[in-house]
């Protein structure tokens, strides 16, 4: 189907949009997910185990896209790629990065997460993620459906291919060989703060056993528990030539990471996503450069990728000299933190109290115009019931490895409401 030709584009924007409104089918075959889990996991009640505490992880039904909109959210993607060769856009995001961000290792950054919200105006990113969850629970996801018509089998074709799996191992072969030259690493740690502790904590269990599975030996490891002793860093007395690193702590800079830090700066690991990798696509500083046309043209980016780049609301930093007229306009803007992550200290901002606008223009704030989210309507005891959505494409050096989507309700993305959580994206 050629995406490019604007009839057909529309008219399967208008089918996505009908299905999205009318389809209700219970398409996720529970049974099937559980089964997937427990074989990748190695463990027969890994399912069971976490699906009691996280009830709301998985939605019962999928995200319908048409492909010419997933077409326009690669071209976003790609357009920031471009920006980032730039060496004037790489200068200025420096400028206003940590110092330990400054060197660039070589590695691309392990799977980004692009986040979009999608409006009548087309989808718009609000986010980009280092440190992107849920990729690998997504893949068994959007496997563990079931067809309920002929448009939700067409759409479940492009879910049912096996290389996710095969891309995501040579994505970390890739990593290792941007810093070492050659080979692969023996051993890779996936790495955060009380691992088991985390509401992810199931996918980093998945990408233990699916790097194992294909041949690299594969750990979860808190960080503090990290060794950096004569040039090598161990954990449990184990060497670690690779840290997957899900940390939200991105320039490394607390206490309990601090052998992780040097060892990174030392070169004496291979850490991916990492702090240059972070300062370079996620800081969330960097939206007020790439949704600035102006700014962009003088850094030189081409007219098309500008274009693209359209998708990227106005995005601008909060400053003493810029608070008021802010904050007259705040109801249709969003705040964000500049340190932040996920949804964490991120307001709307026509639910700012006074108090909040106090910590907010004192600065460490980006306003962002609103992007309303998309739509999904769902069907709770028997009564249609709408909920929030988001879109994201999980990728590496660029390229697409997965999409995927989340229902909510609430001011921001969590795993909380019925009916929501993950859903898989099906192309149509």
């Known amino acids: 189907m050629n995406v490019k030709d604007p009839a057909l584009a529309e008219a399967n924007r208008s089918a996505t949009e009908r299905l999205n409104r009318n389809c209700f089918c219970i398409t996720l075959d529970r049974a099937a997910l559980r089964s997937a889990l427990d074989h990748e996991a190695g463990d ?14 998985f939605s019962n039904v999928p995200v319908f896209l048409s492909k010419s909109v997933i077409e326009e959210m690669r071209g976003i993607v790609d357009a920031i790629e471009a920006a980032t060769k730039l060496p004037a856009y790489r200068d200025a995001v420096l400028s206003w990065a940590p110092e330990i961000a400054q060197q660039d290792f070589g590695p691309a950054g392990a799977l980004m997460g692009y986040d979009f919200h999608l409006g009548e105006d087309g989808p718009k990113l609000i986010e980009v993620n280092t440190n992107a969850g849920g990729a690998f629970l997504n893949a068994l996801l959007a496997k563990a459906q079931a067809a309920c018509c002929a448009e939700v089998e067409q759409g479940l074709i492009g879910t049912r291919r096996d290389d996710f799996e095969i891309r995501v191992v040579a994505m970390f072969g890739d990593e290792w060989r941007r810093q070492r030259g050659a080979g692969l690493p023996r051993r ?3 790495i955060d703060d009380q691992p088991e502790e985390q509401y992810l904590y199931p996918e980093f269990v998945l990408a233990k056993q699916l790097l194992r599975k294909h041949g690299i030996d594969a750990v979860i490891g808190e960080a503090s528990e990290l060794q950096y002793e004569d040039g090598r860093v161990r954990l449990d007395g184990y060497g670690i030539d ?13 206490p309990e990471h601090a052998r992780l830090r040097a060892a990174y700066r030392d070169g004496a690991v291979v850490v991916t996503p990492n702090p240059h990798n972070h300062a370079l696509f996620a800081a969330k500083r960097n939206l007020t450069l790439l ?13 098309e990728m500008r274009l693209r780049l359209a998708g990227i609301p106005r995005t601008v930093l909060v400053t003493p000299d810029n608070a008021d007229a802010l904050w007259r306009s705040r109801k249709d803007l969003f705040f964000k933190p500049l340190s932040g992550h996920g949804s964490k200290a991120v307001y709307r901002g026509d639910k700012v109290t006074k108090g909040v606008w106090t910590e907010i223009a004192r600065g460490g704030f980006v306003a962002q115009a ?3 989210p ?29 999409a995927a989507a989340r229902l909510y309700q609430g001011q921001t993305t969590n795993f909380r409401t019925p009916g929501g959580g993950f859903a898989p994206v099906l192309a149509i």
């Open 44 to 57: 027969t009640g890994f399912y069971d185990a976490f699906d009691n505490s996280r009830p709301h992880l």
């Open 188 to 190: 890779i740690a996936i």
């Open 242 to 254: 690779l840290v997957y690193n899900r940390l939200v702590d991105f320039a490394l800079d607390r």
């Open 291 to 303: 949704s600035d046309p102006a700014a962009l043209e003088t850094i030189g980016l081409s007219l």
């Open 370 to 372: 609103f992007a309303a």
């Open 374 to 402: 998309g739509q999904r309507m769902i069907e709770i005891d028997g009564a249609p019931a709408p909920r929030k959505m988001d879109v994201r494409l999980y990728t590496y050096d660029g390229r697409t490895l997965l």
